[in-house]
């Protein structure tokens, strides 16, 4: 009879707590453009407060777009050439630091294609170097 006591006493704990939901936003080419969260029971002074979480392209990075993610033959990358910044090389990283590809001379270029059919399975740090020094990292999953 105690284990029912108990177990009820932890449902209603469980219960009586802020439950939290995610909702998200897509583009065309499935990357994640706005994510919302949103409060239910939350102790705040309104009890289903949503809080926009949306996310903001930097203004240091000219718009990426990469797919598909998870990629299993060639993942397709695009993005914005700008006079001052652009992509000067991409590099392709294993998650113990093994570079296991690297393309150069890219400064008039807006795309790239990476062959990933060769590849393992699993998480890949693709790194986007442009001309002033700057890196955008991208975790790219591999089926």
Not at 18 to 32: I, L, R, V
Not at 104 to 118: G, H, P, R, Y
């Amino acid at each position: 009879m105690k284990h029912i006591y108990y177990v009820l006493l932890l449902f209603i704990t469980y219960g009586s707590y802020a439950q939290q939901t995610f909702s998200f936003t897509y583009d065309e080419a499935g990357n994640q453009k706005i994510r919302q969260l949103i409060c239910i029971n939350c102790r705040t002074s309104d009890k289903n407060e949503t809080q926009d979480l949306s996310l903001t392209e930097s203004s240091d990075f000219p718009q990426i777009s990469f797919y598909p993610n998870p990629v299993q033959e060639e993942l397709y990358l695009k993005w914005q050439i700008d006079k001052n910044l652009y992509v000067n090389s991409i590099e392709v990283y294993t998650m113990q630091g093994q570079i296991v590809y690297s393309k150069q001379n890219l400064s008039q270029s807006d795309t790239a294609n990476i062959v990933f059919s060769n590849f393992a399975q699993g998480i890949y740090n693709v790194l986007l170097i442009y001309n002033n020094g700057d890196k955008k990292d991208l975790k790219i999953v591999k089926k």
